[in-house]
């Protein structure tokens, strides 16, 4: 197998490896054995200091204040910058002209003075309802323009929910609050969407009813909205039966429909209307905006792990060749700490993160170190022993059970690697600070999900076949016979 090493950390670190063995090899001394196994220790072990330190806790989101018009455009820009990443990155793609276009309509309608009001819930709750009674009633006495939408209705079995936007949002709900709508009112909230909790259907209690559902309302949702954006009334209130007795003694049956009862809910959206009608507009582009970069990140993550992966996939069989053509075990951790540091800065450069070569050295050790805390060496080590009884190259078994782990364990720490950075926002990228328990984090998760038996078989199969001598075709032995 040929490989074409141009990385002088790469260079330097087998050969590094491979000048120790030798060394070993001729000198048979326990002392300078002892020297190199101290090497390797000390190389696993420079990132353990991290391990200690503790990576700062994220409060819950809280409601976001009213919005500004810098606050629009600042969110405006910093999609724009994720816009220009990408059409860097990717120039020949058109979703950066498509990205773009929608920051540009954003940037119109930062003035507009129609509000757009969403009705959003469960199925039955009486959304439609309530938009005819808005429509007839309230929306008519307003000057300023409003429109209504209503989303499909939300927790339907087998169905994702719909995605719920508007410039205010009106979350009907028909009683007390599930645990579904309690999670989907939170998110809303978190997300700066301007929201109104409504109980509709007041009519079907009790009046000591409605006041107890009212109170538990006001207790689920306090710190998450104010008292007076919770709302109850009754857009369309059951029909009555009226018994009349008439002056012969009959009696006669009709039904009533009483009046419905939205006052409460006019008077709170006239008053929003005249504080924060423009505020509604501006919180709408921040939210439209971060979603531009989100999508715009999202394509870029795409592009960067595309490049990213043959990357992984050559030092995966590097780190396979460098072990399995080494024999003195305690010598591999030099060889696959400076693979690994050659591939913490080619990844970092990929995603705009410039590590020196220590911060690199720091951070493959500290996946190396994270790696045997958690115990994952041992068990991938193992499994590759069981399956890699069933591969046909087994003349090489005791040496592929190494070279097949060292790129198992490249290639994790490749993958952990990706998911890390792209883990991170765009502003932060020329951050090189580590955080120890997200990357753990992120290591784990990578970790199981490459440990499919059908997956480590089919790598197995692939690097086993690397490391496997070339055996000449018959036509070019006897070609060279000649």
Avoid: C
């Amino acid at each position: 197998m040929t490989l074409n090493l141009r990385r002088p950390i790469l260079i330097g670190g087998i050969g590094l490896s491979a000048a120790l063995w030798l060394l070993e090899s001729f000198q048979h001394s326990a002392s300078e054995m002892g020297e190199n196994l101290l090497i390797g220790v000390l190389a696993a072990s420079a990132g353990y200091w991290w391990w200690h330190r503790q990576s700062p806790k994220r409060d819950l989101a809280l409601p976001q204040p009213l919005a500004s018009r810098e606050a629009a455009e600042k969110a405006i820009a910093t999609a724009q910058k994720a816009i220009d990443l990408l059409a860097a990155e990717s120039p020949n793609s058109a979703d950066p002209g498509s990205l773009k276009a929608q920051l540009e309509k954003l940037t119109a309608e930062l003035d507009r003075q129609d509000l757009q009001i969403t009705i959003a819930g469960g199925k039955a709750v009486g959304k439609t309802a309530l938009i005819q009674v808005l429509n007839a009633n309230w929306t008519p006495q307003n000057s300023q323009k409003v429109s209504f939408q209503e989303t499909a209705p939300l927790f339907a079995n087998n169905h994702a929910d719909p995605k719920i936007a508007g410039d205010l949002v009106l979350f009907v709900t028909a009683g007390d609050i599930t645990d579904s709508e309690f999670q989907t009112l939170s998110q809303l909230a978190s997300s700066g969407q301007r929201v109104l909790l409504v109980w509709n259907k007041t009519d079907q209690y009790l009046p000591a009813q409605q006041s107890q559902v009212l109170q538990q309302l006001l207790q689920r949702m306090q710190g998450i909205l104010k008292a007076e954006d919770i709302i109850a009334i009754a857009s369309a209130p059951t029909a009555i039966k009226v018994r009349q007795h008439q002056a012969d003694g009959t009696v006669q049956e009709r039904l009533e429909n009483p009046t419905f009862q939205i006052q409460s809910l006019s008077a709170r959206l006239t008053q929003i209307l005249a504080a924060e009608s423009q505020q509604l507009v501006w919180a709408s582009a921040v939210r439209s905006a971060a979603n531009v970069k989100v999508e715009a990140k999202t394509l870029l993550d795409g592009v960067r792990r595309d490049r990213s992966m043959p990357i992984i996939e050559q030092y995966q069989y590097i780190a396979a060749a460098a072990v399995f053509a080494n024999p003195v075990a305690a010598l591999d951790l030099l060889a696959t700490t400076a693979i690994s540091t050659q591939l913490v800065i080619d990844l970092g450069a990929i995603y705009q993160q410039k590590f020196s070569l220590d911060q690199a050295k720091t951070v493959a050790a500290t996946l190396a170190s994270q790696m045997l805390k958690l115990g994952l060496v041992e068990l991938s080590t193992q499994t590759i022993t069981g399956l890699l009884k069933s591969n046909a190259v087994t003349y090489i078994a005791g040496g592929a059970v190494q070279g097949i782990s060292a790129a198992y364990f490249t290639r994790i720490a490749g993958l952990s690697l990706i998911e890390y950075f792209q883990s991170q926002d765009l502003e932060n990228a020329a951050s090189n600070s580590l955080n120890i328990d997200r990357l753990t984090k992120t290591l784990q998760a990578v970790f199981q999900q490459n440990q499919q038996v059908s997956f480590l078989q089919a790598f197995i199969d692939r690097v086993a076949s690397r490391l496997a001598p070339q055996t000449p075709q018959p036509e070019a032995v006897k070609s060279a016979a000649n």
